[in-house]
């Protein structure tokens, strides 16, 4: 068996996958969808305990959203990760979805999209743009309470840029 230095894991930690045991199955931090039908403190905690992630929330339609950062790189960080929770069910996750990766003009927003009746809607829209909403490049539709999400034609989806006029 190798033995790992100190000096290796900060090479090594994108091939770890941090794990705790639960109820008899593992819970790995480097497989989001084990998450779901968890509570969100919990995995809140375990991501916060690995020193590389951090969080921004959003009220969606029936439920919330918590997007979770990755600051292992603080100079690049990333959304990597959005999980949702019905507010039928409450803190537990329903539904966890991988965020693609971005290119470098490129904005993941999970709050103010409009474009479609329920209000539902997470996108990837152009940063570069100036404008007080931002049109969508992708976009999806969250079903809350099903932890599901479908992709949905961009037409008419716009995002609220936070950042316009500031």
């Known amino acids: 068996m190798m033995k ?7 090479f ?26 968890e509570k969100e403190a919990k995995i809140r905690s375990l991501l916060e305990e ?32 959005y999980w949702v929770t019905s507010s039928k069910v409450k ?4 539904g966890v979805f991988v965020i693609p990766k971005l290119n470098k003009n490129e904005w993941f927003i999970s709050y103010n999209c409009t474009g479609l009746t329920d209000q539902s809607v997470i996108a990837v ?26 992709s949905v034609p961009v037409k008419g989806i716009s995002c609220r840029n936070e950042g316009f006029g500031v």
């Open 4 to 10: 790992i230095s100190k000096f290796m894991i900060p």
């Open 12 to 37: 090594l930690m994108p091939l770890l996958i941090f794990s705790v045991s639960h109820g008899g199955s593992d819970l790995k931090l480097g497989n989001p969808k084990s998450w779901i039908g």
């Open 50 to 81: 690995s020193g590389s992630f951090s969080f921004d929330g959003s009220v969606l339609a029936g439920g919330t959203g918590t997007l979770v950062y990755n600051v292992e790189n603080s100079k690049k960080a990333r959304p990597q990760y």
């Open 91 to 94: 803190n537990i996750i329903s």
């Open 125 to 150: 829209v152009d940063s570069k743009q100036n404008h007080e909403r931002l049109p969508a490049l992708r976009a999806w539709r969250v079903e809350v309470d099903s932890g599901k999400f479908h």
